[in-house]
């Protein structure tokens, strides 16, 4: 019985909360929408990319390609490590003039990285897999479509053993590719 109102209290919490401070919640303070608050407004409008390596769940730095509203949308490359932007200057490259990407509507990533994460571990456990590290990369394919995240898992000795894509608003998978072959 009291497991059942345990139950009940938790649920209930959940139904009461709004989406805002679930949101809240969530943010781990490594994570990538940490990473993300340090940006300025000029530049959170227009993040096009967020990217790290080595999350377990989250990595030490966050990579950040963002136009910058504020200086005729030039491509800025930000680098936040431990929290703190490290750095950040323009972007060189001629396939970003090219194909410049869709600037990522932040308020609807509703999954942080270490919910990402969570989500890969439970993937590569159903696979029999132990997941080590993974690599991230959150983006938004076209104005209308959801931010995704795309996490590449890593068993413990560094070898690739799946890729998940994962809606970015609600947590869904909607994307895998394991590897059934892989050294576990």
């Known amino acids: 019985m009291m497991r059942f109102s345990t139950l009940i209290l938790l649920v209930a919490g959940a139904l009461l909360a709004t989406p805002d401070s679930l949101h809240a919640q969530a943010r ?8 993300l608050a340090q940006l300025s407004p000029n530049l959170t409008r227009g993040v096009l990319r967020v990217t790290a390596d080595n999350g377990n769940p989250n990595p030490i730095t966050w990579y950040i390609q963002a136009r910058d509203r504020s200086d005729g949308n030039r491509q800025i490359g930000i680098m936040v490590t431990n929290g703190v932007i490290a750095r950040q200057r323009p972007r060189l490259d001629l396939r970003q003039a090219l194909f410049p990407g869709t600037a990522i509507t932040l308020s609807q990533v509703r999954v942080d990285s ?20 993974v690599s991230y990369r ?7 479509a959801p931010p995704i995240w795309s996490v590449w898992c890593y068993n413990l000795e560094g070898r690739y053993i799946g890729f998940l894509r994962i809606l970015a608003t609600n947590g869904s998978v909607i994307e895998t590719d394991n590897l059934p072959n892989s050294p576990r």
């Open 28 to 35: 781990d303070p490594r994570g990538a929408l940490a990473a």
């Open 114 to 133: 270490n919910e990402a994460f969570a989500i890969a571990q439970r993937f590569t456990r159903a696979n029999s897999f132990r997941l080590g590290t």
């Open 138 to 144: 959150l983006e938004q394919e076209t104005p209308s």
